[in-house]
């Protein structure tokens, strides 16, 4: 592993550990010239669906795209960024799962709801509005009514 600091090609190892539920191992690392710290992730490399987006388009799946969209619901709110992460390996898997090489853009929005809603209201709010494309305040606050009822 190359070191970021000084791009040194020889690092070592000097704690692993798994993290996000057992789908990722979380690794320090020390280069042996500059001996800087960092931390790296090991994940398991999966073919994932493509995604069909609403005009028909097909797109690969872009998990830094996926984090983006749940970061920006989540921006000023108190969610860990091991929480994000752990929604982003879930939403992964549950489409991995599934087996289909395409995957609707819908049904990925609407996992992504569904992570957002147990992390944080507010964050599913937002991204609801967006996602769903609210029109007026009406809808709104019928989707605040499903969650107070939650």
Same mark, same amino acid.
């Given at each position: 592993?190359?070191?970021?600091?000084?791009?040194?090609?020889?690092?070592?190892?000097?704690?692993?550990?798994?993290?996000?539920?057992?789908?990722?191992?979380?690794?320090r690392?020390e280069c042996?010239?500059?001996?800087?710290?960092?931390?790296?992730?090991?994940?398991? #490399? !999966?073919?994932?669906p493509?995604?069909?987006?609403? +005009?028909?388009?097909?797109?690969?799946?872009d998990?830094?795209?996926? $984090? *983006?969209?749940?970061?920006?619901?989540?921006?000023?709110?108190?969610?860990?960024?091991?929480?994000?992460?752990?929604?982003?390996?879930?939403?992964?898997?549950?489409i991995?799962?599934?087996g289909?090489?395409?995957?609707?853009?819908?049904?990925?929005? #609407? !996992?992504?709801?569904?992570?957002?809603?147990?992390l +944080?209201?507010?964050?599913?709010?937002?991204?609801?509005?967006?996602? $769903? *494309?609210?029109?007026?305040?009406?809808?709104?606050t019928?989707?605040i009514?499903?969650?107070?009822?939650k």
């Amino acid at each position: 592993m190359r070191c970021p600091f000084c791009a040194t090609h020889d690092t070592r190892v000097i704690d692993s550990r798994l993290a996000s539920e057992g789908d990722q191992v979380r690794r320090r690392r020390e280069c042996t010239t500059c001996k800087e710290r960092f931390t790296t992730y090991e994940v398991a #490399e !999966l073919a994932l669906p493509k995604i069909i987006k609403r +005009d028909g388009a097909r797109e690969n799946f872009d998990e830094k795209k996926l $984090r *983006s969209g749940i970061q920006k619901a989540l921006e000023k709110r108190p969610v860990n960024i091991e929480d994000i992460e752990a929604a982003v390996i879930r939403i992964k898997k549950m489409i991995t799962v599934k087996g289909e090489r395409e995957v609707q853009a819908d049904d990925l929005g #609407e !996992l992504v709801m569904k992570e957002l809603s147990a992390l +944080d209201h507010v964050a599913y709010v937002r991204f609801a509005s967006v996602y $769903r *494309s609210f029109q007026d305040v009406n809808e709104f606050t019928e989707i605040i009514e499903n969650l107070q009822k939650k």
